[in-house]
């Protein structure tokens, strides 16, 4: 049980405190409700962009980083689809020192035109890295672009492509920040070696006085129900063939979201689940097969994932996979079977909330969903799922007409 | 819960309308709040408790954390400094729990699965460790497994084939990488390809692989080899019984051990640009040098010395060649962490048309380095980064068995951790200047592109 209290300022900002006084550290975590699905599709890869800059001084303090490390703290951040959390951690006796940078920096950044032009760059760099010069690097952006027609998870976190980032002008920056960061949209949460009371000081004393700003309101286009199965094959310079195939999947307040969670351990999250068994071991037509899913907030994808044995028709594969997936919504799962996939939940949650950095970010999530607690009342629901639901969901889930298969194929 | 809670927040709203009233106005968001300087933090390593099997293995263990949770390692000296063979130590490692007469691969993933446990298993150069995190309710439960892993792993034929197979591939797709590229060629020239550090595996060494070599490595360095216990996390009270009953009666042993020696050949030749996917736009870069073991009364200041270089985000590599021109995603220098002797090493990947005028910048930053001495500033913002995140890495039991585990592995004592923190706090310049040019001399490095 993860214990916390939650008040709102005047402004809108939400703040969440959660005292463990077993470690000398403390967390301060802020979370914006904005991510890559906010972004106008003619200038996709902003939101990452923008996390960027948030580095590069804002209007009283030039040096973000500087500040921190001197107070012997260190900080980092991430952009998905659906947000962007930042997040420090120092020693708890400096913590103001975290109020004073977080609380600057979303009164107003610098916008200074050094800071983007570097980081334009920067960003490039990091796309090529991980997405150019990488064997499969573009498959995810093949994937995205069939699975979603209309919702923009049709793009990825980095951008639709490099062109975007390189025009990203210093006047986007400023509408952006004034329609995204302000406290209207964000989540303050602070965690470890914290006195509850002193925090809420901390908290009206820095951020307390910076205008409400507009409460942003999301409203995206969202897929119609598809009707037929979507193919893709393709031929790249890699070593062997990779098959990549997805189906929507519910959104992540949907009930369905927990049932399709342990559905995708059953079939591929650890070297017992049936994928690994059936197709690796055993019929060994994959080097390596997952099926996971990214949690997404809105209508997500489940997806397996694999690399062929060489020799291997995609053919055979793709059929191979059916098979199993068949077999799951012919016969279920064991009362074993269940019983495994919800204890490796908890064990999961249980070894996620060693860290004060991760309870802080669950809380923050918990809360952007719409209830905190929630984070407190996870397991039950992922425990209450019983086999039959598993098996009308995969029925569901699995229709091929909600498919999109990729075949990758070796030159 | 939930109605604590509610309570909390009325008495809180009423809280700050009575503060909003009164703090507005007293500050200037231009003057940072004032700070505990890091150094003046006391950091202590919370000690550990050791027992000794009956068998004479020692069990160092931390008892700490609120989750119900456990980590135990099973640190044998079988890694690759081991083998007569390339890549039977490894190969060995990895298939432990490929199966045993009684159970088949399937069972032992199922039971380990079952619990929500998992079951890592990772070869280094001097050891090979098996590392069982679980719920701590489970562990009863799961040591019955761990013994028989460790008496009567059987290593099937077939999943040898497999394990070869699969890692053909994978090494194929791996090899297109310029980074992994560049990380192995790099330890080669430091050591040499026959040197345990320099060593990497290749398809070859992996065709050649049989179930014998793999037998005997297990029945030498296994079952009948030398091993030290990890244990951290929510202990239960009888930590000690269930492992000593688990594994004490077992033919494995504890005390000292010796290591084979290996000469060293490093390459004569020093730069290297090597074209590995001629469509590429990134070069991997890495620029290297060797440097002596943490036993050396160099290693501490150097330590200081490799985070104001590049050991952090604020340090001088990525201010220069990330925040400032822009070349990288991120440049670091590292350490390596290995026990007998280490290399001092620049990591980065930039853009290809970019890469030679990083390795300008980064020996740039070296003669700086060599010929000014870091201001007070400077120093000790790198010295409040170094403890505070000392701080931070020892929060949780299973990094302060980290921490244990190192100083242990290296023969190192207890003073290790406290002569560390005293060089963190009181580096003079003038040394880390010594040091530079001691040791950051671009002649001394090997020089590598992989683009």
Redesign the interface.
């Given at each position: 049980m993860i214990q916390f209290s939650r008040f709102v300022l005047p402004n809108g900002l939400r703040v969440l405190v959660h005292e463990d006084n077993s470690t000398p550290m403390a967390v301060v975590n802020v979370l914006y409700d904005v991510g890559a699905r906010d972004e106008d599709p003619n200038r996709t890869g902003f939101a990452h962009l923008f996390e960027h800059l948030m580095f590069g001084g804002s209007i009283n303090i030039p040096e973000y980083d500087d500040e921190l490390q001197k107070a012997g703290g260190e900080n980092n951040a991430y952009t998905t689809n659906d947000l962007t959390n930042y997040y420090c951690q120092l020693p708890s006796a400096n913590i103001e020192t975290a109020f004073w940078l977080e609380s600057d920096r979303m009164l107003s950044l610098a916008f200074s035109k050094k800071s983007l032009d570097v980081q334009r760059k920067v960003v490039c760099e990091e796309f090529k890295e991980h997405y150019i010069n990488r064997p499969y690097g573009d498959i995810w952006f093949k994937m995205r672009e069939m699975a979603y027609e209309q919702h923009p998870y049709r793009w990825m976190t980095i951008g639709k492509e490099l062109k975007h980032v390189e025009e990203a002008s210093l006047d986007d920056v400023k509408k952006f920040f004034k329609k995204h960061y302000n406290p209207a949209n964000a989540i303050l949460v602070v965690a470890g070696n914290v006195v509850t009371e002193q925090v809420y000081e901390l908290a009206i004393k820095w951020f307390g006085d910076i205008p409400a700003g507009e409460k942003y309101n999301r409203n995206l286009p969202q897929e119609i129900e598809q009707q037929e199965a979507r193919r893709l094959d393709i031929t790249a310079d890699v070593p062997v063939d990779a098959f990549l195939k997805t189906w929507h999947m519910p959104s992540r307040l949907d009930p369905d979201y927990y049932v399709a969670d342990l559905i995708t351990d059953i079939l591929g999250s650890g070297a017992s689940s049936r994928l690994y068994q059936s197709l690796v071991k055993e019929k060994q037509l994959f080097t390596n097969i997952d099926c996971y899913h990214f949690g997404s907030t809105d209508a997500g994808l489940i997806c397996v994932d694999g690399k062929l044995v060489k020799g291997v028709r995609l053919e055979d594969a793709e059929l191979a996979v059916q098979a199993q997936l068949d077999l799951l919504i012919r016969e279920g799962v064991s009362v074993i079977e269940l019983e495994k996939v919800k204890n490796k939940t908890e064990s999961t949650m249980a070894f996620e909330d060693m860290s004060v950095m991760n309870r802080a970010a669950s809380l923050a999530y918990y809360e952007l969903l719409g209830d905190a607690n929630l984070m407190n009342t996870e397991l039950e629901k992922y425990n209450s799922v019983t086999a039959d639901q598993l098996v009308e969901l995969s029925r569901k889930l699995f229709e091929e007409k909600n498919s999109h298969t990729l075949y990758y194929r070796s030159k | 819960?939930?109605d604590v809670?509610r309570e909390?927040?009325d008495f809180?709203?009423s809280?700050?309308s009575h503060?909003?009233s009164h703090?507005?106005n007293i500050?200037n968001?231009?003057i940072?709040?004032?700070?505990?300087?890091?150094v003046e933090?006391d950091l202590k390593l919370k000690p550990y408790d050791k027992y000794v099997l009956r068998n004479g293995v020692e069990l160092y263990a931390v008892n700490?954390?609120?989750?119900?949770?456990i980590q135990v390692e099973w640190v044998f000296f079988a890694g690759n400094s081991f083998e007569k063979k390339h890549m039977v130590a490894s190969a060995t490692n990895f298939l432990l729990k490929s199966g045993t007469s009684q159970k088949s691969?399937?069972a032992i993933?199922?039971l380990?699965?079952?619990?929500?446990?998992s079951l890592a298993r990772t070869c280094y150069n001097e050891t090979a460790s098996i590392t069982l995190?679980?719920?701590t309710k489970h562990l009863p439960k799961l040591l019955p497994l761990i013994r028989e892993l460790l008496t009567d792993a059987i290593f099937p034929e077939e999943e040898i084939l497999?394990f070869q197979?699969?890692n053909r591939?994978?090494l194929?797709?791996n090899?297109?990488?310029?980074d992994f590229v560049a990380n192995r060629l790099i330890d080669e020239y430091l050591y040499g390809f026959e040197h345990p550090y320099g060593t990497y595996s290749r398809f070859e060494d992996l065709a050649g692989l049989t179930r014998e070599d793999l037998v005997d490595f297990y029945n030498q360095y296994y079952r009948n080899g030398k091993c030290i216990l990890f244990v951290a996390g929510k202990l239960p009270p009888n930590i000690m019984e269930l492992l000593d009953a688990a594994i004490g009666d077992l033919p494995i042993q504890g005390g000292a051990v010796e290591y084979p020696a290996h000469p060293i050949l490093p390459a004569g030749e020093k730069k290297y640009r090597i074209s590995n996917?001629p469509?590429?736009?990134?070069g991997a870069i890495r620029i290297a040098r060797d440097f002596p073991n943490r036993h050396h009364p160099d290693f501490f200041g150097a330590q200081v010395l490799n985070a104001l270089f590049g050991g952090?985000?604020?340090s001088r590599l990525m201010n220069n060649i990330?925040?400032?021109?822009?070349?990288?995603?991120g440049i670091y220098s590292y350490l390596q962490n290995h026990l007998q002797r280490s290399a001092w090493m620049i990591s980065t990947?930039?853009?290809k048309e970019v890469s030679e005028a990083t390795i300008e910048e980064v020996y740039k930053e070296m003669a700086l380095l060599r010929e000014e001495l870091v201001d007070e500033e400077e120093l000790?913002?790198v010295r409040?980064?170094l403890?505070?995140?000392t701080?931070?890495d020892?929060?949780?039991p299973?990094h302060i068995i980290g921490r244990w585990k190192n100083i242990v592995l290296n023969g190192l004592s207890e003073d290790y951790f406290y002569q560390s923190i005293r060089t963190i706090k009181t580096i003079q310049p003038e040394e880390l200047q010594q040091l530079a040019k001691k040791y950051l001399q671009p002649e001394d490095f090997y020089e590598l592109v992989v683009v």
């Open positions: - | 819960m939930s809670r909390k927040e809180l709203t809280h700050i503060l909003t703090v507005y500050m968001r231009k940072a709040p004032p700070i505990k300087d890091a933090f700490a954390g609120a989750e119900e949770v691969a399937f993933n199922e380990v699965d079952y619990y929500g446990a995190h679980s719920l497999l197979q699969n591939q994978r194929e797709v090899l297109k990488k310029n996917d469509n590429g736009v990134q952090f985000f604020g990330r925040e400032d021109k822009g070349y990288t995603y990947e930039a853009g000790l913002l409040n980064y403890m505070g995140s701080l931070g020892l929060d949780g299973f």
